[in-house]
C-alpha cells in the first residue's frame, strides 16, 4: 500500500520512520523543508517530495500516486489540508490540531466513501480512545478528566518548557477558549485558568490549566461532567498569562517604525529558538485519564496513566512517540479494514471497537510504550 504522509517535522518524522519498517507500505513524505526530508531520506528507504501544500491542486495530484494520506501540518493548515484529502476520495488519519469543526466535513466524508480518523494522537486521540473502551465497559458514564503535557526532562530558566510542535501550535493551545461540560452543558473558559497542582510519581509536582482538549467528545458522548487540562512545571501558566494580556500572542498587525507587525508571528519566531528541542534534548510525556461511571448497581473509576521518556537509541521524543505511534498504529489498522468507518471519525470510535483497543495497547507494548489501567469500585 502506498502512504503519503503530509508533513516531516518532529511528529511527523516519528510516523514515517514508524509506517517506513512495515514492508507491506511505500511511503512518501512531503515536507516544505528539504534539509528534514534529505535527514529522513538518510535515515530511511521513503521516497521525499519538497511541496507547499497549500498550493492549489497540490494535494489532489499527490493523493493521485497514493492510497491513503496522512496529515501532520500545522494546526492552521489542518482543517483545509484535511478538506481537499477527503475531495481528493483517500483515507486519512489526521493529527493536526486545527480549530474548526471537523464534523462540518462529516457528510463530505460519508459520501465519498472516506475513512477521516481525526485527532489521531496522544491528547486529543490516545485519552479519547480510553473515553471510547471505557463507555463499552459501563451502562453510563458520569465523569472525563484528562490531565496531559510533554515536558523536558532537564527544566531551565525562565519558560522550564520546550516544544515538540510548532510554538505557533502551542500559542493556540494558551488562546482558544477552552470548552468543557459541567452538569451536561457546555461551558466555556479562559485556557491558563484554574490552575490546580498534581503531584505523579516519578516526575513530581506539576500545575494543570484548562485548555481545549475535550473536543469531539462533547459532540459524541453523553457524559455530565468532562475536562482537559495540560501540565506544565509550575509556574508557566503565570507566565504565559502575562505575555498574553500584553498582546504578545495577538495575531492582528500593529505598527512599528512603519511598518504592520503581528504580535504573534514576533512572539513566534522568537521563542522557536528558544522551545525547540535540540540534539540531546529529553523530554517526557505525562498523562493521567479518569473516567467514573455506572456498572449496574456497581459505581466504577477507571484511571489510566502514562509515562513516557525520550528514545536514545532511536533518538526520539516522548511526545514525538506517543503522538506518531498512535497515528501509525491506527494507520495500519485503517490500511488493514480493521477500522473502516467511514465518514469524520474522532479517536472515541477507534475505542468502541474491542480489536481496535486491544491491537492499539500490543502495538505500544512492541514499541514500549506502557498504559496503566487501574479499575477501582466507589462508595
Not at 352 to 366: H, P, Q, T
Amino acid at each position: 500500500m502506498r502512504i503519503t504522509v503530509l508533513g516531516a517535522g518532529l511528529v511527523g518524522s516519528a510516523i514515517i520512520k514508524d509506517l517506513a519498517r512495515d514492508k507491506a507500505f511505500t511511503v512518501t513524505a512531503v515536507d516544505v523543508n528539504e534539509h528534514a526530508l534529505d535527514e529522513l531520506a538518510a535515515q530511511t528507504t521513503i521516497r521525499t517530495v519538497q511541496a507547499d501544500v497549500r498550493q492549489s491542486g497540490r494535494i489532489a495530484a499527490l493523493a493521485a500516486e497514493c492510497d491513503l494520506m496522512v496529515c501532520a501540518v500545522p494546526g492552521f493548515m489542518g482543517f483545509a489540508t484535511l478538506k481537499s484529502v477527503i475531495e481528493a476520495d483517500k483515507n486519512v488519519v489526521d493529527i493536526s490540531f486545527f480549530a474548526e469543526d471537523p464534523f462540518l466535513l462529516d457528510d463530505q466524508a460519508k459520501a465519498r466513501g472516506v475513512t477521516a480518523v481525526v485527532d489521531c494522537g496522544v491528547a486529543p486521540g490516545l485519552c479519547n480512545i480510553l473515553a471510547g473502551h471505557v463507555e463499552m465497559q459501563l451502562d453510563k458514564l458520569d465523569s472525563y478528566a484528562c490531565y496531559v503535557g510533554g515536558l523536558p526532562k532537564v527544566r531551565q530558566w525562565p519558560y522550564e518548557y520546550k516544544a515538540v510542535f510548532s510554538p505557533r501550535d502551542v500559542l493556540e493551545e494558551y488562546t482558544r477558549p477552552a470548552r468543557m461540560v459541567e452538569h451536561g452543558q457546555e461551558v466555556v473558559r479562559p485556557a491558563l485558568c484554574e490552575v490546580e497542582l498534581l503531584d505523579f510519581p516519578g516526575v513530581g509536582t506539576l500545575e494543570a490549566f484548562n485548555t481545549d482538549g475535550v473536543r469531539s467528545l462533547r459532540q459524541t458522548m453523553q457524559i455530565p461532567f468532562m475536562k482537559e487540562k495540560t501540565l506544565r512545571y509550575p509556574g508557566h501558566a503565570n507566565l504565559m498569562r502575562v505575555l498574553r494580556e500584553s498582546g504578545f500572542f495577538s495575531p492582528t498587525p500593529i505598527a512599528v517604525e512603519g511598518q504592520q507587525v503581528s504580535p504573534l508571528a514576533v512572539t513566534s519566531k522568537l521563542l522557536f529558538d528558544q522551545w525547540r528541542m535540540g540534539p540531546g534534548d529529553e523530554d517526557i510525556t505525562v498523562m493521567q485519564v479518569i473516567i467514573e461511571g455506572r456498572k449496574g448497581s456497581k459505581r466504577l473509576c477507571y484511571t489510566y496513566g502514562l509515562l513516557d521518556a525520550y528514545d536514545r537509541q532511536t533518538q526520539t521524543h516522548a511526545m514525538a512517540r506517543t503522538t506518531g505511534y498512535t497515528c501509525a498504529i491506527v494507520v495500519r489498522q485503517v490500511a488493514s479494514g480493521l477500522f473502516a468507518q467511514k465518514g469524520i471519525c474522532p479517536p472515541e470510535f477507534v475505542g468502541r471497537s474491542a480489536a481496535c483497543y486491544e491491537n492499539l495497547l500490543g502495538e505500544y507494548r512492541k514499541r514500549s510504550i506502557n498504559v496503566a489501567e487501574t479499575v477501582s469500585e466507589m462508595p
